[in-house]
């Protein structure tokens, strides 16, 4: 039943199934005091009251593809049933199933609009359940490098991509899990905007970026340079994000790599090569460019090539690392995106071309992430 779809979308987002035809009693008027009159009894009713008093409003075409787009009427999200500690998120059916059905109920999880010359992209459901589970570990742990913790606030940097009404729908005053999953679902979008769902991406070819702290890499083309990004309250805290994985993968067995990674997760996502594989990743630190995690996790400086190179090849071996690390640019400073850098800000560069005027991308697949916000409590147990 159409029910289950039941999770709001940003605005601007297509997520409705049933194409807009007007009802019978789609033209019927309604006077302004008895639908005053009507909402103020809305907010006691039951879900069937409520759309049987909105069929009498819009008529029952019009009703329905409401019912069938998230948003509709506040209703809950995409619920799970147990609560899990955070060792047995990877194996739990019941999450993947979640995850999977609101993935199937939201249009823009799988066509997503990138602003990319106004066209879309094509996204898998490994791709969302890689986000998805990031968020997971950010949810239930956010206390770690304080990641979930920060990207959670209402506002963050001074540049911070939620402060912009172009890229904040679903976002809400307060530090809330919500605040979360309109990050990740800004970044579902962006990743597919700079690299087609690519977490293996090389440097942008047609940029001058060759340097070891210039050049981009992965999903969402960071380069090591963005480690120094960051002020008063935002500084240190990318760097922090990098060293608290380098610190963690450094002592971590070969399996357990890979989960924190993500790794098997991306497997059946439209990369140009496989995902890094646990053994991958385990020679990345000990015979790699990680080796000796401790020098790399105490430089203060971006400009050493061995962190540069550690960094670049970790944002591609890392799925989790890639996207948290680049949320929380995203949230310190925009600015280092080129798609998220507004128009006006670009023709105040002297940019003036018509290609700087493309449209913005949207986030995407905000049902996915709302529905783990809203089960917060049930995937984290006692967390």
């Known amino acids: ?34 639908r005053d009159r009507r909402a103020k009894r809305r907010e006691e009713q039951s879900f069937e009251e409520r759309f049987q008093a909105d069929v009498l409003d819009n008529g029952l075409a019009q009703t329905l593809n409401n019912a069938v787009t998230p948003s509709y009427a506040g209703a809950d999200c995409f619920k799970v049933a147990s609560s899990y ?87 809400v005053s307060g530090t809330d899990p919500k605040n979360l999953a309109t990050t990740y679902s800004l970044m579902y979008s962006l990743g597919q905007r700079e690299a087609d769902g690519n977490f293996k991406e090389g440097r942008d070819l047609s940029g001058n970026n060759k340097s070891a702290e210039t050049v981009e890499a992965g999903l969402f083309q960071v380069s090591a340079n963005s480690l120094n990004l960051g002020s008063g309250k935002t500084k240190g805290f990318l760097k922090d994000i990098f060293r608290s994985f380098v610190g963690r993968l450094s002592t971590q067995s070969s399996s357990e790599k890979a989960s924190l990674c993500l790794n098997a997760k991306l497997r059946g996502t439209k ?26 996790v105490k430089a203060s400086s971006y400009r050493s090539s061995r962190v540069a190179t550690c960094f670049r090849k970790l944002t591609k071996a890392c799925p989790s690392f890639a996207i948290k690390y680049a949320a929380g640019v995203a ?7 080129g798609p998220l850098v507004t128009h006006s800000e670009l023709r105040r560069r002297g940019l003036k071309s018509a290609k700087y005027h493309k449209p913005y991308l949207k986030p995407a697949c905000h049902s996915v992430f709302k529905s783990i916000a809203s089960n917060k409590s049930m995937i984290c147990g006692a967390k």
């Open 1 to 34: 039943m159409f029910l289950s779809s039941s999770c709001e979308t940003p605005q601007g987002g297509n997520s409705a199934y049933l194409p807009l035809y007007k009802g019978k009693n789609g033209s019927r008027f309604v006077s302004k005091r008895n």
């Open 85 to 171: 500690t955070v060792s047995e998120l990877e194996d739990s059916k019941e999450i993947d199933q979640m995850i999977e059905k609101a993935f199937n109920a939201d249009a823009s999880c799988k066509k997503v609009f990138t602003g990319n010359k106004g066209n879309t992209t094509g996204a898998g459901l490994p791709y969302a359940k890689t986000f998805a589970y990031s968020m997971i570990q950010d949810l239930c742990n956010p206390e770690v490098a304080n990641i979930g913790k920060n990207l959670s606030s209402p506002s963050f940097g001074s540049k911070d991509a939620l402060s912009l009404s172009l890229f904040n729908k679903g976002s």
């Open 271 to 296: 990369e140009t090569r496989s995902p890094a594989s646990s053994d991958d990743l385990q020679s990345l630190f000990s015979s790699g460019s990680c080796k000796g995690s401790a020098s790399i």
């Open 331 to 337: 949230r310190v400073n925009r600015a280092h995106n």
